[in-house]
């Protein structure tokens, strides 16, 4: 599927060491998995889960999900092992961790020697201070919150409104925005706790991210409701559109629908949702 048009509402973290939890994707509905080679994955792990995975892709299974890889930090003992031994074995995108520069980017690109898409983990303060270099890297497709990381560097309180993170997370879609980077929340910790994963799903739905990152499978319906352009959504997009497109006829540019004002920027707005909740359907 088109990066372009592939939903992301739900990115689920699989231990590359899980042969159990690797192949349980194989039916889970979610729109991307995030084989997790870095911090799922202890030390003494890492060999043998670049091996698990390996076999796990070439088996194959995972339809339209987006299959994406984390290296560990190329600044660790395991990262360019990992890339030597997963590059070319059939990933959508590779995802870096602690990614603090654009040249974090090259690094990666120059081991993958291909053109692979590039994912950056924004979870230190230098990432988020160079965000928009990053953002705007030529192989960089997607950005992903490292909430964990991120709380740990700052040294803030874990809130459920996420208080202390709003600057980093915002600067993070804006940078991604600037430059059409698809932009993932933080994972929910308390993976058993649906309301709290309900409430903080919506507030990255409200800042504008395209989905979350999850840890368990019992996430990922949530996760998928709440990034999903909902049935209320879709009736007025097609409503402004119509709206919109019979006030033109007459040389007007300003439709009003429910009492709003409808001009061009709210009609390409009702048209992204239109393609999203196609691309949706396409996944099912
Ligand atoms: C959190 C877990 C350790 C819980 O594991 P477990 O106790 O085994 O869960 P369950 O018994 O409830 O599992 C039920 C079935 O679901 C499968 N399962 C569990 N997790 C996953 C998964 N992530 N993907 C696919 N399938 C999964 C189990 O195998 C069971 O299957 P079955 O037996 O067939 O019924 C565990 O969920 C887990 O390890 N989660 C992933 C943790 C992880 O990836 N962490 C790293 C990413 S988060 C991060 O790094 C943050 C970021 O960098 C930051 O800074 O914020
Ligand atoms: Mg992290």
């Not at 898409?117 to 490292?146: D, L």
Request: with cysteine.
């Amino acid at each position: 599927m088109d990066a372009e048009f592939r939903p992301y509402r739900s990115l689920l973290y699989i231990p590359g060491s899980k042969e159990r939890a690797l192949d349980k994707a194989r039916g889970l509905p979610v729109d991307a998995i995030l084989f997790d080679l870095e911090d799922a994955v202890t030390p003494d792990a890492k060999a043998t889960a670049r091996e698990t995975l390996k076999e796990a892709l070439a088996a194959g299974g995972y339809g339209a999900r987006a299959r994406i890889i984390r290296v560990n930090g190329l600044d660790t003992p395991w990262g360019a092992d990992d890339v030597a031994a997963l590059k070319g074995a059939g990933a959508d995108a590779f995802l870096l961790p602690k990614v603090n520069r654009a040249a974090d980017i090259d690094a990666l690109a120059d081991l993958l020697g291909d053109d692979t898409p590039i994912w950056a983990m924004m979870e230190t303060p230098q990432a988020i201070f160079h965000a928009a270099e990053i953002a705007a890297h030529p192989r960089v497709q997607g950005f992903v919150a490292g909430t964990n990381d991120l709380a740990k560097e700052l040294g803030c309180r874990d809130r459920a409104d996420r208080l202390p993170l709003q600057m980093a997370l915002q600067t993070i879609l804006m940078a991604a925005r600037a430059h059409g980077v698809i932009a993932a929340d933080g994972v929910y910790n308390q993976y058993k706790d649906e309301d709290g994963l309900r409430a903080e799903c919506e507030q990255g739905r409200d800042l504008g991210f395209d989905g979350k990152t999850l840890i368990h499978p019992a996430q990922v319906a949530i996760a998928n409701a709440c990034f999903a352009p909902t049935d209320a959504e879709i009736d007025l997009a097609r409503r402004q559109i119509a709206a919109h497109a019979e006030v033109e006829t007459t040389g007007q540019g300003v439709a009003v629908v429910d009492g709003k004002i409808v001009e061009n920027l709210h009609v390409e707005t009702a048209k992204k949702t239109l393609a999203k909740a196609e691309a949706i359907a396409q996944m099912a």
